[in-house]
Nanobody, 119 residues
Framework: QVRLVESGGGLVQSGGSLRLSCAAS????????MGWLRQAPGKEREVVAA????????YYADSVKGRFTISIDNARNTVYLQMNNLKPEDTAVYYC????????????WGQGTQVTVSS
């Protein structure tokens, strides 16, 4: 299993930027897919970005394409989510998560961090 320690989040104005960080540890990290998910009040949790450790497979939700970038620093075992041109509709609790490459669902989660974007 992967263990995750998450940091980041905060309050920014519309058009601003934030970077979320997730420190990961485990025996076989290369066998996992890393993702960032978010959940706003009254809405379902959604995957906004995901990436394999190799970088050969990357996913972005249509709502964040061109604005968010997921990256992995292999030397530090850290996953980042760079969020640019933030919009009020990006306001949500953001979670770092991991899943085995062959699984459909994420089964390891960080604690979550609040991102609030003001108009």
């Amino acid at each position: 299993q992967v263990r995750l320690v998450e940091s980041g989040g905060g309050l920014v104005q519309s058009g601003g930027s934030l970077r979320l960080s997730c420190a990961a540890s485990g025996r076989t990290l290369s066998l996992y897919v890393m993702g960032w998910l978010r959940q706003a009040p009254g809405k379902e949790r959604e995957v906004v970005a995901a990436r394999t450790w190799s970088g050969h497979s990357t996913y972005y939700a249509d709502s964040v394409k061109g604005r968010f970038t997921i990256s992995i620093d292999n030397a530090r075992n850290t996953v980042y989510l760079q969020m640019n041109n933030l919009k009020p509709e990006d306001t949500a609790v953001y979670y770092c998560a991991a899943k085995p490459r062959g699984d459909a669902d994420y089964n390891t989660w960080g604690q979550g961090t609040q991102v609030t974007v003001s108009s």
